[in-house]
């Protein structure tokens, strides 16, 4: 389990967890099991390319990596999201399907 386990400084932010590199079905897995940690349904984040997890020891939140580039994407969401501009549905090479 990515993070769980290792300590953090203070200040350090958690690694955010994407999309894997390949069809990597290890980090499918994980994916899945962090959006079942959401306290809200994801809504159309679940199945886009520009979906970014954050997750800490007790918490996960969607990120949107639009917004690095796009001040109209707010950088984490209201979920669950309904419409978007700019969402785009992830391919199975992403690995979310």
Do not use: K, Q
Request: proline share 14%; charged share 25%; aromatic share 6%.
């Amino acid at each position: 389990m990515a993070g769980e386990g290792r300590w953090r400084n203070p200040g350090e932010p958690p690694a955010p967890i994407g999309p894997p590199a390949g069809s990597d079905a290890a980090a499918t897995r994980e994916t899945r099991r962090l959006l079942e940690r959401l306290g809200a349904p994801p809504g159309l984040c679940a199945t886009c390319r520009h979906l970014r997890l954050v997750s800490g020891p007790r918490s996960v939140f969607v990120r949107c990596a639009l917004a690095a580039g796009d001040r109209r994407f707010p950088r984490y969401p209201p979920l669950p999201v309904r419409h978007c501009e700019g969402y785009r549905p992830a391919t199975a090479v992403e690995g979310r399907e």
